[in-house]
């Protein structure tokens, strides 16, 4: 399913960023959704621009499908839901997957790898716009006490869920966390919380290292330490190829290397021996799908903080100012606004 703008020409519109190609995006005024069966409608309050976006944008992401509203990591207010109206006037954030029910994955419970999988803010509009349409079953309460920013990271949070999930029994175990951008920092709050008996990040970014020095995680900034005395389990959260080798080279023999975070299409050559002759268990971890109550659940329980992710939220119109940051430049997220100037 593909975003459109068709509509009746009288239906109200409203401001939505929308790219049409690589390199191709601009904040046009399209057709203001309206929820069809099952679906709500969401005033967006706040929505974030991840890494995974940016490429979209910048044309580097592998499976892009143009045209297409981005915006997955997002929290808003209900609107109007026919199916739920307990929920209008609430703050949500909801999961972003309609999988087919019928393929084999999905009979399996891995809905992560529907054939036939739809994603808003990818094949479904997403949240860079002043509303959105969500299947209301999706859709969770925004914990007390919790901003429409931080709410933004629920949806990494549940990336992170699955990512520890993937590792196996982490309880007892050293944990390291390769790259502390908002994945790799959630990942490791999750690790803790799992039981892990130490987590460490590496990131040679000084602001990232005080972030995880906030949140009570070790800190290096290279992964000489990791080298020297490798953790049990480590997580690779860069999603930069050319530091898969050293993921895991920097594992302990018999360990478990994770690859979180990887939306491209790069590829870098390592030697299959060091997986071999030390027994390392590698894992891929996709997405999140299915964890988003467990992921709330850690936020309204404290387990995992978000207040020290969060920047200062940026105006909608300001997009085009993070797109070409350098990483090492960028904040952990950028973080949108959408109010009532924008609307």
């Known amino acids: 399913m593909m975003y459109t703008e068709q509509a009746h020409p009288d239906a109200p519109d409203m401001v939505a960023l929308v790219v049409t190609g690589p390199r191709e995006h601009a904040l046009r005024r399209v057709p203001r959704p309206e929820p069809v ?82 994603e808003i803010g990818f094949s479904l509009p997403g949240a860079f716009a002043e509303a959105l349409c969500v299947p209301a079953e999706n859709l969770r309460l925004l914990p007390d006490g919790v901003s429409g920013a931080e709410g933004c990271l629920v949806e990494p949070l549940c990336v992170a869920v699955h990512a520890v999930d993937r590792a196996g029994e982490v309880t007892g175990r050293s944990v390291g966390v390769i790259g502390a951008g908002a994945v790799g920092l959630l990942v490791a709050q999750v690790a803790r919380g799992s039981g ?80 071999m002759l030390r027994e390392l268990t590698v894992v891929g971890s996709l997405s999140g799908v299915g964890m988003i109550d467990r992921a709330v659940e850690l936020v309204a329980n404290g387990v995992v903080r978000l207040s020290p992710l969060v920047s200062p939220a940026l105006p909608l119109a300001h997009y085009r100012s ?3 940051t350098p990483a090492t430049e960028a904040p952990l997220r950028a973080f949108f606004a959408v109010d009532e100037e924008t609307r």
């Open 322 to 324: 993070v797109v070409d």
């Open 37 to 118: 069966g099952d679906q709500a409608l969401v005033d967006v309050s706040h929505v974030a621009l991840c890494g995974t976006d940016l490429r979209l944008l910048r044309g580097t992401l592998h499976d892009a499908d143009y045209p297409t509203v981005p915006g997955h990591e997002w929290a808003g207010v209900v609107r109007a839901a026919p199916t739920r109206p307990e929920l209008v006037g609430r703050a949500v954030v909801g999961h972003n997957f309609l999988p087919c029910g019928s393929c084999a994955w999905c009979a399996r419970g891995a809905e992560n790898l529907c054939e036939s999988l739809d």
């Open 196 to 275: 892990a008996k130490s987590v460490t990040v590496v990131d040679p970014v000084a602001s990232r290292r005080a972030v995880a020095a906030e949140l009570g995680l070790g800190a290096e900034a290279d992964l000489s330490r990791f080298e020297a005395d490798p953790p049990e389990v480590v997580f690779d959260a860069t999603g930069v190829a050319a530091l898969f080798p050293r993921a895991l080279t920097a594992t302990r023999q018999g360990g478990t290397c994770v690859l979180v975070g990887y939306s491209g299409s790069e590829a870098t050559p390592f030697e299959p021996s060091v997986v």
